[in-house]
């Protein structure tokens, strides 16, 4: 149980473009969902804790005009990165916490965002 | 702030050796300490966590003891498997019913037979 799932795994676009990635917990639901950023070789970066029916929280310096996040609904979170541009090339995962198995997190497999 | 440093990889081990990966952390507080391990194509998988000083993780062979004289946490496994390559995130998380997480790079680890 508790599965995460990440649309699309990896997408290419031009710079300029819009891209819209989803987060979906499958068989649970959750109020609370995290996006991570990854550069190669380097960690998960957290950028932002979206919250079930309210606007997100961004960390220092993530950009929220930028990567807008909605919380619509219990098992869906998404993540918009709007007019990309090359150096938002990366791996974006989220994350889901589950709050009666001790607020343990469950992640996605990430999607992997290249712009030309 | 809040870091954590860990080993830096890729680390080759043959099949049956010992593993360890080291990772240190700095904090405010009185952080929870994770392992985070994630296989090929699949998204990070808790393996095994330590909430208070001196308390010792352990799942599927692997442990971690919460050293808080040294900061540390280091993962050890007395013999590992082909099954166990994958890549292995050190974490710390403060502020319990809002787990925000603080990661390390990561240690890719590759078993051979």
């Known amino acids: 149980g508790a599965v995460v799932s990440q649309h699309p795994s990896w997408v290419i676009c031009k710079s300029g473009t819009s891209v819209k990635i989803e987060c979906r917990s499958l068989d649970f639901q959750a109020t609370t969902m995290f996006w991570y950023r990854q550069f190669p070789k380097q960690s998960l970066m957290l950028m932002a804790t979206s919250n079930e029916g309210s606007k997100a929280t961004y960390e220092q310096g993530v950009e929220k005009d930028k990567f807008l996040i909605n919380h619509a609904s219990l098992t869906l979170s998404t993540l918009t990165v709007t007019s990309a541009h090359p150096e938002d090339s990366s791996f974006y995962i989220c994350?889901?916490?589950?709050?009666?198995?001790?607020?343990?997190?469950?992640f996605g497999p990430g999607t992997r965002l290249t712009v030309l | 702030g809040n870091s954590v440093t860990q080993m830096e990889g890729p680390v080759t081990l043959s099949e049956e050796a010992f593993l360890t990966i080291n990772c240190t952390y700095t904090a405010t507080g009185y952080p929870s300490l994770f392992w985070y391990v994630q296989y090929p194509g699949e998204g990070l998988q808790l393996l095994l966590k330590?909430?208070?000083?001196?308390d010792k993780g352990s799942n599927k062979g692997f442990e971690a003891t919460y050293r808080k004289e040294t900061t540390s946490f280091h993962l050890e496994k007395g013999s590992v498997q082909v099954s166990d390559s994958a890549v292995y995130f050190c974490a710390l998380g403060i502020n319990f019913g809002n787990e925000k997480l603080t990661f390390g790079t990561g240690t890719r680890l590759t078993i051979i037979p």
């Open positions: 330590a909430t208070k000083a001196d």
């Open positions: 994350s889901a916490l589950l709050p009666y198995r001790g607020n343990e997190q469950f």
